[in-house]
């Protein structure tokens, strides 16, 4: 058995039935498994406030396999950073043929990826700053020429800003680029952009307001997105009527060309001119007390409750089909 994706079944569900029993999909053992326990926790018993079968699953203690023999029959997704949010577990649940939450293979897997994300919607006229890949300490010269001082150093491919570093001196270049090295083979840097920060949610191909985050820290990392209690978050971001019309569209359209689908967030800094810049899109959002998607949603009046419905939801567009018996052209079961 395997999933398509069918936008023709996309729907409103009237009773937590409809869903049948739900595995929450939390943990996994990325570098962000403290977060995504937070956040699936957060869903999962929000599910059950609304009275949805909803029960624990977590990747990095049980195999995939036994969602089928648990009786699962969808979805929620709330895996992130690498082997949850980058199209690997997303690829296992096709095989499987059990509807799950949000993006799929191919949108996941670029958008985990920055590097790629940015040459993407570049491609597609949406702006993002200039980068330099830094494949070792060869490239260290060239990125201070091109970028200017001061720079941040990023990994391609993890989420939460784990491995980021400002860099402000040459000689800091090495250890930056180890820290972003150590959690992954693919580094760039980015310049040091002094504007604002926003982010976009998206649900349902719908763009959330907007909200700007200022924060005490050097940048908004790890503790500040999470634990940290005086970041500060503006929704409504204070942006104009056509400025946030326009940071909606740029969004929704880097959405739509990386391929992501169901529901996400959308990262812009603004440069001196105010000009947005994409940062990153991610997939799977954090769902936690801090989380910025459940806050753009509440400015629309939608709670933490009917928001974890709604993302629940966007699993009903991928539909179980009958795969072919081996060795055959025909769908099992079905008559040559």
């Given at each position: 058995m395997r999933l398509r994706l069918d936008r023709s079944q996309a729907r409103e569900a009237t009773a937590p039935a409809e869903f049948g029993k739900v595995a929450v999909l939390l943990g996994g053992s990325s570098t962000e498994r403290e977060i995504s326990l937070l956040s699936g926790k957060a869903v999962l018993d929000a599910l059950r406030r609304k009275g949805v079968d909803a029960h624990p699953f977590d990747p990095a203690t049980t195999p995939l396999a036994e969602l089928l023999r648990g009786g699962f029959e969808r979805a929620f997704v709330a895996l992130h950073g690498p082997g949850g949010e980058d199209g690997t577990v997303q690829g296992a649940l096709e095989c499987l043929g059990l509807p799950y939450t949000g993006c799929g293979v191919l949108g996941s897997a670029v958008c985990m990826d920055k590097l790629r994300t940015k040459r993407l919607v570049a491609a597609v006229g949406i702006p993002t700053a200039e980068v330099?890949?830094?494949?070792?300490?060869?490239?260290?010269?060239?990125?201070?020429?091109?970028?200017?001082?001061?720079?941040?150093?990023?990994?391609?491919?993890?989420?939460?800003?784990?491995?980021?570093?400002?860099?402000?001196?040459?000689?800091?270049?090495?250890?930056?680029?180890?820290?972003?090295?150590?959690?992954?083979?693919?580094?760039?840097?980015?310049?040091?952009?002094?504007?604002?920060?926003?982010?976009?949610?998206?649900?349902k191909g719908r763009a959330l307001p907007s909200i700007r985050i200022e924060t005490p820290n050097t940048f908004y990392d790890y503790q500040a997105k999470y634990f940290r209690d005086d970041t500060r978050y503006f929704c409504p971001s204070g942006l104009s009527a056509e400025a946030e019309a326009h940071l909606a569209a740029l969004a929704q359209g880097a959405f739509a060309a990386a391929g992501a689908s169901g529901w996400g967030r959308v990262d812009f800094m603004m440069d001196r001119t105010g000009r947005p810049l994409l940062l990153e899109i991610n997939t799977v959002p954090g769902m936690t007390d801090h989380s910025l998607v459940p806050m753009a949603a509440k400015a629309t009046g939608v709670d933490f409750e009917t928001l974890c419905w709604r993302v629940l939801e966007t699993s009903f567009e991928r539909v179980p089909v009958v795969g072919l018996a081996p060795g055959s052209a025909t769908p099992a079961g079905q008559p040559g």
């Open positions: 330099v890949v830094l494949a070792g300490p060869r490239d260290f010269e060239l990125a201070v020429e091109k970028l200017g001082l001061p720079m941040i150093v990023k990994p391609a491919t993890q989420g939460s800003s784990v491995g980021m570093s400002k860099v402000e001196r040459a000689q800091d270049l090495p250890q930056a680029y180890a820290a972003a090295a150590a959690t992954d083979d693919s580094v760039f840097a980015e310049p040091w952009i002094t504007g604002g920060e926003y982010t976009v949610g998206i649900l």
